[in-house]
């Protein structure tokens, strides 16, 4: 058993292609399970007669279940090992989506939203185990970005398909489509386990290098660990002020008509997705993750700042979100490293799940805020809030200075002794 769970040291390239491309399957599949209810939602009113705010709560339902669980799921991770939670994860996405499509009534589409945001709790813990022990150190900022690249595909599939299939055949055939997709892609995990599976306490402790339960819990209360999680919460405000208000505040600030406003969003995720390749290979080639996350953060907060005070032709403004949200990608794959690097060992499934809850955090404290600005007709300032948001995010991350490894390898072995 040990032997198939050994370190990445010295992996081949195709062995690490593998490992990256079938993690990254997953994450879209996470991602995809985001967006499986909301383009169903003219049907869903009109079958079941209900509101578009009742509507809105199951999505509320899924994030909240989510974002508790996500550390939960990272403290499993460390105990039982990765590939058993990320697949138990992808076989409930599959369930919710199944009890989803044969739901009698309303109501019981809220059980469904939370057996989906269960199941989208275990994908950052158990994808960044996985990564982290299974691939090479030298192509590890690679593998986090295509980890994020195939998130931002999910993103992208899933209002397309589900929108043809509840149109072609019915929404509740779209949701038993989905619920095959989770459970597909639960038994694919399943069958490749012996390439992606990672340590369980069990092995850690047999091997001398497992953390003890207060030990690891106070790894969560430390300083890097809390400086990472600030710096995921504030991203996360920045981001989603702009995706989610955005075209409003274009339209309140220079009159551009809604449609044409919400292309600015198009923008900003694509050139987020190329960025996000490119900090990958930037990252692996530099090893300077502070440089890339204070460069690439400082000039994309500046840029935001454009559209609040000047009003461009839609071809420039395009180009000005755009490279925005290229320059926020470049720093994604850096800002998992560092993740990464404050995690001990045996510590980065909890490590990743709190830290990853601060984007859940961002997402409930942006839209209230944002809307706030908007009300009190300051359009100007979503493009501040993102901006400011977004230049705290900097210091929080320059901020941390992870122990070196020799350091973590030592500390751990105390708290096991």
Known sequence: MHATIAPSSGRAPTRDLEVIGLVGLAHLGSHFFHLVLPPLFPSLREAFAVSWTELGLLLTTFFVTSGLAQTPAGFLVDRIGAVRVLSG???????????????????????????LGLGNSVFHPSDYAILGHRVSPARMARAFSVHTIGGTIGWALAPVAMAALSTAFGWRTALLAAACLGLGLAALILARRDGLETPSQRERAAAGTEVRAGSSLSVLG??????????????????????GFMP????????????????????????????????GVLADKTGNRHGIIAIGLGLAALL?????????????????????????????????????????????????????SGLDLGATI?????????????????????????????????SVRPVPASGRAIGAAQAAS
């Open 89 to 115: 994860g992808l076989a409930l996405l599959g369930a919710g989506a199944l009890l989803a499509a044969l739901a009698p009534t309303f109501l019981l589409l809220f059980p469904a939203a939370v057996l």
């Open 222 to 243: 430390s300083r890097p660990v809390l400086l990472c999680f600030a710096f995921f919460a504030l991203q996360a405000t920045g981001v989603i002020a702009l995706q």
């Open 248 to 279: 409003l505040a274009l339209g309140k600030l220079h009159g551009l008509e809604l449609v044409l406003a919400a292309t600015t969003v198009t923008a900003f995720m694509i050139g987020s997705a190329f960025g996000t390749a490119a900090g």
């Open 304 to 356: 935001v700042l454009v559209p609040a005070h000047v009003a461009l032709p839609l071809p420039l403004l395009w180009a000005v979100v755009g490279l925005a949200g290229a320059l926020h990608g470049a720093t994604t794959p850096s800002r998992d490293l560092l993740v990464r690097a404050a995690a001990p060992p045996g510590a980065s499934g909890k490590v990743f799940g709190f830290v990853y």
């Open 366 to 398: 942006a839209p209230a805020i944002a809307g706030r600005l908007l009300d009190a007709g300051v359009p100007a300032g979503l493009f501040w809030l993102a901006s400011i948001a977004t230049a705290l995010s900097i210091v929080a991350a320059v």
